[in-house]
C-alpha cells in the first residue's frame, strides 16, 4: 500500500484528486474508510456477540478471545492498517483503538482489581501495531502464543 496515490485512488473511482481528499482527508482516512466494515462487525461481536469474545464468560477468558481475534483481524488487513495506524504521529490512536482500550481495562480490572487496567491495556494492544507485526515479520500464531504467555502472569 506504500505505492497508493490517492490521484490512483481517484483515477479508478471516476472521482477527482479533490474529491478524494474532501472525503477522506489523506490516505489514512481512506484507509479506515475501507476498513469500517470490519471494524463495526469486530467491535458488536465483542460487545454482544457470544461468548467468549461477548459477554458470559470469564473476563480472562474474553481477554483472551479478544486478544486472538483482533490478532486475525490485524493479520487480515495489515496493509490497510500500515496505511491507517502509520499517516501521522498519533493516527493509531483513533476511534478503535479507544475502543479496545475502553474494552481491555474493563476487563482486566475485573481480573485484578488492583491493577492499573489502563496501563495492562495498552501493554496488550502494543505488541498488534500494524508496523510492529510487518517491522517482526511474526505469524499470526507466535503473536497468539505471546498474548497466552503474558496472560499467564494476569491470570
Known amino acids: 500500500m506504500d505505492g497508493l496515490a490517492m490521484a490512483d485512488v481517484a483515477a479508478a473511482s471516476g472521482v477527482g484528486v479533490g474529491t478524494l481528499y474532501r472525503r477522506f482527508g489523506d490516505r489514512s482516512g481512506l484507509a479506515y474508510a475501507l476498513i469500517d466494515e470490519k471494524e463495526r462487525e469486530f467491535q458488536q461481536a465483542f460487545l454482544t456477540g457470544p461468548p467468549p469474545l461477548g459477554p458470559g ?3 480472562i ?3 483472551r478471545a479478544f486478544l ?3 490478532t486475525d483481524r490485524t493479520f487480515a488487513q495489515l496493509d490497510l492498517l500500515l496505511m491507517a495506524e502509520t499517516a501521522g504521529e498519533f493516527a493509531r490512536f483513533g476511534g478503535a483503538y479507544e ?4 474494552h481491555l481495562a474493563l476487563l482486566i480490572a475485573q ?4 491493577a492499573d487496567a489502563g496501563f495492562l491495556a495498552d501493554a496488550l494492544l502494543a505488541p498488534i501495531a500494524a508496523n510492529l507485526i510487518a517491522h517482526r515479520g511474526r505469524e499470526a500464531s507466535a503473536v497468539k502464543a505471546g498474548f ?3 496472560l499467564a502472569g494476569l491470570g
Open 57 to 59: 464468560a470469564p473476563a
Open 61 to 63: 477468558e474474553r481477554v
Open 68 to 70: 486472538q481475534a483482533l
Open 99 to 102: 475502543a479496545y482500550h475502553q
Open 111 to 114: 481480573i485484578k482489581p488492583e
Open 148 to 150: 497466552d504467555a503474558l
